[in-house]
């Protein structure tokens, strides 16, 4: 029992290129959130999937894209990375009211 | 203004002391309560829930919430150095099961 797993661990861009952010978890849980964390900040999060099919804006939206593949699955998709982009990105799925997380994704925009 | 506030220390205390961590927040809909410990480079994990007013012990936490005046605590007895980690307060409305809002997190190090 993995779960929750993102790939990659690390990744450094330049500016304008695209990449994807891949998460996938295990426990069959319905609902997946993808969140960014940033110094002072906190998490905030980007999107969410209530349910296989579904997906919606969480609190920072702008400059990212989403896709829930299958219930396993929910992906983050950067299509022209910024500076601004540089951060951790956590995946989490969610029994009841507890949030499982994966072990994150340092990227950095250069 | 931040719905969630939280100071972000960081705090260093020696072990063995009795550790206080704090949130405030804004939003009177506010009414399930989190504290999630994140250890460096890793993911948060959940530690505490409570629900609503009142306090919850799990062996040396305690979490405290005052709706009165919109304040919740996390109490350490008997810290360790295994303690050490930054620690996120987390909160929603009966409504909002999909959206946890998260303090900025409070780095905590226990000194042996």
């Known amino acids: 029992n993995a779960g929750v797993t993102q790939t990659p661990k690390f990744q450094v861009l330049k500016t304008g290129q695209s990449m994807t952010l891949q998460c996938a978890q295990d426990?069959?849980?319905?609902?997946m959130y993808w969140y960014r964390q940033d110094p002072g900040m906190g998490l905030r999060l980007i999107y969410y999937?209530?349910?296989?099919?579904?997906?919606d804006k969480g609190e920072v939206p702008n400059g990212y894209n989403v896709s829930r593949l299958n219930k396993r699955e929910f992906s983050l998709r950067l299509e022209s990375a910024a500076p601004s982009q540089t951060s951790v990105y956590f995946c989490?799925?969610?029994?009841?009211?507890?949030?499982?997380f994966g072990p994150g994704t340092r990227l950095t925009v250069l | 203004q931040k719905e969630v506030e939280q100071d972000p220390g960081p705090l260093s205390v020696p072990e063995g002391a009795i550790v206080s961590l704090n949130c405030t927040y804004s939003n009177s809909a506010f009414q399930y309560f989190m504290w999630y410990r994140q250890y460096s480079r890793k993911g948060p994990e959940l530690l505490m829930y409570?629900?609503?007013?009142g306090n919850k012990e799990d062996g040396r936490f305690t979490a405290q919430v005052d709706k009165s005046s919109k304040y919740i605590s996390l109490f350490i007895r008997d810290s360790q150095p295994s303690d050490s980690a930054t620690y996120l307060c987390a909160m929603r409305s009966i409504q909002g099961a999909q959206k946890l809002v998260f303090g900025q997190g409070t780095r905590l190090t226990i000194n042996p």
């Open positions: 989490a799925s969610r029994q009841t009211d507890t949030q499982y």
């Open positions: 409570t629900y609503s007013s």
């Open positions: 426990m069959n849980h319905n609902s």
């Open positions: 999937s209530a349910s296989e099919g579904t997906t």
